[in-house]
């Protein structure tokens, strides 16, 4: 179990403790330290710190950044780097709710699908996946999906 995991590795058990100090959720950082963190490295380098953490996860929580953009974050962190909220910024990974921004995205996907707009309102509405996964990706996951959705 994730518990177990962490209670082996006393290292890890302190940064979780650290982390969770700075706010960061328990059991959301440990499957962040566990999962993502893990897959990058054996080790945690002294440039990802507790805090680093908990301003990751919580930034996922809060819905400024979206999972998908935490991933591509985390590299970033292993090396020398500004900060997770400056990185985020640096890097435009944070997500848009400009009601402009995601109608010019909506309509520029309704323009290059028009047999798969003409299906979904013929009554095929699982094309509205496919469509919002178009939308998505020309937001390279920037934009709030139930925001998009509407």
């Given at each position: 179990?994730?518990?177990?995991?962490?209670?082996?590795?006393?290292?890890?058990?302190?940064?979780?403790?650290?982390?969770?100090?700075?706010?960061?959720?328990?059991?959301?950082?440990?499957?962040?330290?566990?999962?993502?963190?893990?897959?990058?490295?054996?080790?945690?380098?002294?440039s990802f710190t507790p805090r680093d953490l908990a301003d990751l996860v919580g930034a996922v929580a809060a819905g400024t950044l979206s999972r998908r953009s935490a991933k591509?974050?985390?590299?970033?962190?292993?090396?020398?780097?500004?900060?997770?909220?400056?990185?985020?910024?640096?890097?435009?990974?944070?997500?848009?709710?400009?009601?402009?921004?995601?109608?010019?995205?909506?309509?520029?996907?309704?323009?290059?699908?028009?047999?798969?707009?003409?299906?979904?309102?013929?009554?095929?509405?699982?094309?509205?996946?496919?469509?919002?996964?178009?939308?998505?990706?020309?937001?390279?996951?920037?934009?709030?999906?139930?925001?998009?959705?509407?």
């Amino acid at each position: 179990s994730e518990t177990a995991s962490l209670l082996v590795d006393r290292d890890l058990d302190a940064f979780l403790l650290e982390a969770v100090d700075s706010g960061a959720d328990a059991m959301t950082s440990a499957r962040w330290l566990l999962g993502e963190v893990a897959a990058l490295s054996t080790e945690l380098p002294s440039s990802f710190t507790p805090r680093d953490l908990a301003d990751l996860v919580g930034a996922v929580a809060a819905g400024t950044l979206s999972r998908r953009s935490a991933k591509e974050l985390l590299p970033v962190l292993f090396q020398e780097h500004l900060g997770v909220a400056a990185e985020i910024e640096k890097r435009g990974l944070a997500r848009v709710d400009d009601a402009d921004f995601m109608s010019g995205i909506v309509a520029e996907i309704i323009d290059e699908s028009p047999d798969e707009v003409a299906l979904f309102r013929a009554g095929k509405t699982k094309l509205r996946k496919v469509l919002m996964g178009r939308c998505m990706k020309r937001a390279r996951g920037r934009a709030d999906p139930k925001k998009l959705g509407e």
